[in-house]
């Protein structure tokens, strides 16, 4: 085949596929014609300086000329090709690694090297989302060993940039999920660093709750940052809470996620791997795991919880990390706030020690925060918890969070959304549930994440004696769009808060 008949033009579509990578050519295209490729074929398109692999989506339309050639935005961007650039379009080798992957499919037990192989090649993007699919299916329901997860992980661990502190003791924490408002995280890596410890925090963007770490501190400050100004920051300030996007730690584990959120499954092997394997690849070197137990919270039975505390450590010994894993209470949300602004609001009246501080989330973030100050060794058994409080009651905390906000690029004020609704009890009686996810889900249709200043600020708690017309909660969004779209959602939903 001569390379120079396979040559297209490239021009801009401007198509937005997140991490798949696509390619558009037209059905009476020559190189179509001659390669015979159809629709959805994985081909490679290659410039002078790179290649990609990429699914072909074929067009009988006006959008492309016979000699052009299109690329959703990430794969233009990896191939990092300019308009009316020339691109080489080639069939595709065949990729060894799938083979592991059908192995695993009929329960077969893979080994590291077979692990290494398959995430090497999902890094490069080579694995179409077809194939995705079938490898976390394949690993999921209880069918990865314990030895296969700690295999899992390490390779997860070596497939992107690993970030060294030279420091004996770099800590670190982690929430399972599936708590709205529960954004401790914040405080404890305020706490821990003004006690003198190093805590390298990266946090993700909400997947399927109403916000992430990520998206509650781009309130306040800046979370995008490179790896040199992740290290600028801890280095002089001994800790950060930055978006992991950018950081290139366990990069299959960003590729992993968004498949296993289509697909709806949380495989438990996969999800330890991609826990330790961040970690790891922080740089940590004591982890403490929070699991919240609860009918609507992610891990539903303290059975589960317990076989995954189990896992997490024997995985996190195999990778040479130093893991607690400690089971909380998951039956309801934490704080008052929950959406990106309203919790920002939270964590700064915790921090500045005010008397209508949300309680809850004080006593939790002191709890963990004192964990953590136990597992790295510097404090000793069963004082954590009040040298957490002693940090943060002398204001060391507060002053330690705006210097890592200031440092990381900005310290901002949260301002609330424009417009709200005041729902009330239309009973007396006594609170005994709050639904999680239906909760979550109305700050969600209120907008936000994406509306940062949107969501719910809940004045209730579980076992509260309510009284009718009592304020429940409050319902903030950046429209009046968003706002009538959260309330048809809430009037259809009885079950969001039960009084009895």
């Known amino acids: 085949m001569e390379q ?63 000699n052009e050639i299109g690329l959703s935005d990430s794969a233009a961007e990896k191939l990092n090709v300019s308009p009316n650039e020339t691109l080489y379009v080639s069939h595709l080798e065949p990729i060894e690694s799938l083979s592991h992957v059908r192995a695993k499919i009929y ?70 999920g599936g708590l709205p408002g529960n954004r401790t995280t914040p405080l404890i890596v305020a706490i821990v660093a003004a006690y003198g410890l190093t805590m390298p925090k990266t946090s993700s963007r909400a997947i399927t709750s109403p916000a992430g770490t990520a998206d509650t501190m781009e309130v306040l400050t800046n979370v995008t940052l490179s790896s040199e100004e ?104 934490v704080g008052r706030g929950i959406g990106p602004t309203l919790e920002a609001i939270d964590i700064l009246k915790v921090l500045k020690n005010e008397a209508d501080a949300p309680k809850d989330l ?60 005041e729902i009330k009890a239309e009973k007396s009686g006594v609170l005994e549930r709050i639904d999680n996810r239906k909760i979550a889900k109305l700050a969600k249709l209120s907008g936000a994440p994406q509306s940062k200043s949107a969501g719910i600020s809940l004045n209730v708690h579980l076992n509260d004696k309510i009284e009718k017309d009592q304020l429940l909660y409050t319902l903030y969004a950046e429209s009046k769009g968003e706002l009538n779209y959260a309330m048809d959602y809430k009037n259809n939903h009885n079950d969001i808060i039960t009084i009895n």
């Not at 080579?126 to 314990?146: E, K, V």
Request: net charge neutral; proline share 2%; charged share 25%.
């Open 4 to 66: 120079n008949s396979n040559i297209l033009k490239y021009k801009h579509l401007g198509i937005y596929t997140q991490n798949e990578n696509v390619v558009y050519m037209r059905e009476d295209c020559h190189v179509c014609v001659s390669e015979g490729f159809e629709a959805l074929t994985r081909i490679r398109i290659s410039n002078a300086s790179t290649s990609i692999v990429a699914s072909l989506n074929i067009l009988n339309s006006d959008i492309l000329m016979p």
């Open 107 to 176: 329960n077969q037990k893979l080994d590291y090297n077979a692990y290494n192989e398959i995430i090497t090649d999902i890094v490069q993007g080579d694995y179409s989302n077809i194939h995705l699919s079938a490898f976390i299916t394949a690993c999921a329901g209880g069918r990865m060993d314990i030895n296969e997860i700690s295999d899992l992980t390490k390779a997860m661990i070596v497939s992107g940039k690993q970030l060294d502190w030279n420091k004996e003791i770099v800590v670190d924490k982690h929430c399972i």
């Open 230 to 333: 992740i290290k600028n920051v801890v280095e002089n300030e001994g800790g950060c809470i930055v978006w992991g996007g950018t950081a290139q730690l366990s990069p299959a584990d960003d590729v992993l996620i968004k498949i296993e959120k289509a697909l709806d499954i949380d495989s438990e092997g996969q999800l330890i791997a991609s826990v330790l394997s961040k970690k790891a690849a922080a740089g940590s070197t004591h982890v403490i795991i929070d699991i919240p137990v609860g009918e609507t919270a992610k891990v539903r039975s303290t059975k589960m919880a317990q076989q995954l505390q189990e896992h997490m450590e024997t995985v996190g010994k195999a990778v040479g990390l130093k893991v607690k894993v400690v089971i909380t209470d998951g039956t309801q949300p």
């Open 362 to 421: 004080l006593e939790r973030a002191l709890f963990l925060a004192g964990e953590l100050l136990e597992l790295s060794g510097k404090v000793e058994k069963g004082k954590g918890y009040k040298t957490a409080q002693k940090v943060l009651e002398s204001g060391k905390a507060y002053k330690k969070f705006i210097a890592i906000c200031k440092a990381q690029g900005r310290f901002s004020k949260p301002v609330l959304a424009p417009y709200k609704i």
